[in-house]
């Protein structure tokens, strides 16, 4: 009731349903004085407490029958008060009590649901101004990492809802210093905020106020954005949709061979190579000898979307890449003995001239390599000319646009649009025009993985993992560390089963597919450890794979 009688529009609600109660109060009046008026007229007397209840009996439908008129006027009556009464008791009266009263009292009840503030004893937590499918796989990844974490929900509806399907939820406006303050964002790890990039700044002044020293992350939507972010307080500011465009591009057979470095680790780089069109193609692992001749280690191949585990008998094909760990010099090694084998050299084709599209022409083009851009709107055309070698204008699905823009010669095409069903409908019309074409997609549904992979895509990248990993790899103080869709660092505690043996006799890498790349050991890192290193009981594990790969670790290692 406090809630009715405070809020503006419950009092109008109110207001509207007591004028319907006196309104059924005079209907039911007037018929009772109209009752005493037609039994005179029939000769009958009954008492002013009978003619209330005869009309009530009547109007709610209920009609006992023992009060009954002779008359054809006193039956006319009766049915003018049985109809009124089927509208009014029957039919207005409930919606208007739903509409006006339990409502409202209902909204109430959610809105005092969810919880205003994180208890006063919560540290280290991560606040998340924005419930997505991003930060949703965000939070299952903080879940795992047992980093706890709160959402911010300005909506009390949608924060109630979110408190009962048990996620940690306050409810409070983002752009309001106390929402913060009730958050303990004094107290958090950091604050991630993925809006609009006027609001992530208000967000982040906001923050300032109550904490100023939290880290705040923010998303960019626009390069530009990130000085003015920065500026706010922002400690770290994401162009994530230029990053994007630049894994995509990392992501593609250019007119050179060589190993494309997608993430580092201590002195560790992590680096994936194009076997087509060089002397691996057909061998084994084991005949490519590439440990011995370069140093590099091969930690898996991918294979048209899937990471396949690197085992001496694993064939390469024409479409493998291979995932390599290695130093700066082995990877400089391996290019230098394949740089004599040329590809093809003709331009890569990019669908998409949005801010995805743009990124991954700039960094192509900063590389030495031709790129031509097929953008449907002429004005994000014009947006492309300053970058691509050509532009054309229309539909990627149109076969003319596409074979004048070569992609019958492309060595790669690049489908940065985020429009996932379009990015699968090209992947098939694409590969029937150049069936040794790679196609590097963008998806914007995790969902649509499979299904682009089955249509032909070599590779895709997500905008939601990306967004994961960059928020992570700066909780967890590393550099950004991104193989893949589906593929993640992990870092592993040892189980005391495997301490003493050595990384060989521990058989993880074929007991899980795991792939351990650096292992932390008395305060010291080895990175691309030999198979006869001695595992102690306090060394921890750093691994690549998926979180069924690492299931399977913690089930087989108790």
Not at 10 to 22: K, T
Not at 282 to 296: D, F, H, I, M, P
Request: hydrophobic fraction near 45%.
């Amino acid at each position: 009731m406090s809630y009715l009688l405070q809020d503006q529009q419950a009092r109008r609600n109110l207001d509207g349903f007591r004028n319907f109660l006196i309104l059924l109060v005079a209907v039911i009046a007037a018929f009772t004085v109209l009752f005493h008026v037609l039994m005179l007229y029939e000769g009958r007397d009954h008492s002013w407490l009978t003619g209330l209840y005869w009309t009530l009996t009547v109007m709610s439908t209920l009609g006992f029958g023992d009060i009954t008129f002779q008359t054809d006027l006193g039956r006319v009556f009766c049915i003018v008060v049985l109809l009124t009464g089927i509208v009014l008791l029957l039919i207005v009266l409930p919606f208007a009590f739903i509409r006006h009263f339990y409502s409202p009292w209902l909204e109430a009840q959610l809105r005092s649901r969810a919880p205003r503030e994180v208890p006063p004893d919560t540290r280290q937590h991560v606040l998340l101004c924005q419930w997505d499918a991003a930060t949703q796989g965000l939070a299952d990844r903080l879940r795992y990492l047992e980093i706890p974490f709160y959402v911010v929900e300005p909506d009390h509806a949608r924060a109630s809802s979110l408190f009962t399907d048990g996620i940690p939820v306050i409810t409070g406006e983002l752009d309001a210093a106390g929402t913060y303050a009730a958050a303990r964002a004094a107290q958090a790890r950091c604050v991630f905020v993925r809006l609009d990039d006027a609001t992530n700044t208000n967000v982040t002044l906001t923050v300032r106020e109550t904490a100023p020293d939290v880290p705040v992350i923010a998303v960019a939507e626009h390069v530009e954005s990130v000085d003015v972010l920065a500026l706010a307080g922002a400690t770290q500011a994401l162009p994530l949709k230029h990053k994007l465009g630049e894994q995509l591009a990392s992501r593609v057979n250019t007119h050179h061979c060589e190993a494309h470095v997608v993430g580092s680790f201590k002195d560790l780089q992590i680096a994936e190579f194009p076997v087509h069109n060089t002397p691996l193609f057909g061998q084994t692992l084991r005949e490519s000898a590439l440990r011995q001749k370069t140093g590099v280690n091969v930690v898996g191949v991918w294979e048209r979307g899937r990471l396949l585990p690197a085992r001496p008998e694993t064939r390469l094909s024409d479409t493998s890449v291979a995932v390599i760990v290695a130093s700066k010099a082995q990877i400089a090694e391996l290019n230098r003995q394949v740089e004599r084998f040329d590809t093809n050299e003709h331009p890569v084709i990019v669908v998409g001239g949005g801010k995805v599209g743009r990124a991954a022409a700039n960094v192509l083009k900063a590389r030495g390599v031709p790129v031509h851009v097929v953008e449907r709107s002429p004005a994000g055309a014009a947006r492309c000319e300053s970058i691509a070698e050509r532009v054309f204008v229309g539909e990627a699905s149109d076969r003319e646009t596409m074979m004048q823009a070569g992609i019958d010669r492309a060595p790669s095409v690049v489908l940065s649009t985020n429009d996932d069903a379009m990015n699968i409908y090209l992947c098939i019309f694409f590969r029937r025009l150049n069936p040794h074409l790679r196609i590097v997609s963008r998806i914007t549904h995790e969902r649509n993985v499979e299904a682009i992979h089955r249509a032909g895509a070599d590779f895709v990248l997500s905008y939601a993992t990306l967004n994961q990993e960059a928020v992570l790899a700066f909780l967890l103080g590393r550099d950004l560390i991104f193989v893949g869709e589906g593929v993640r660092f992990f870092s592993l505690k040892l189980p005391p089963a495997l301490a003493g043996k050595t990384l060989g006799e521990s058989d993880i890498g074929a007991r899980t597919g795991l792939n351990v790349v650096a292992i932390l050991q008395d305060g010291e890192t080895t990175t691309n450890p030999q198979p006869d290193m001695v595992l102690s009981g306090s060394c921890e594990l750093y691994a690549l794979g998926n979180p069924e790969q690492r299931r399977q670790y913690a089930q087989l290692f108790k």
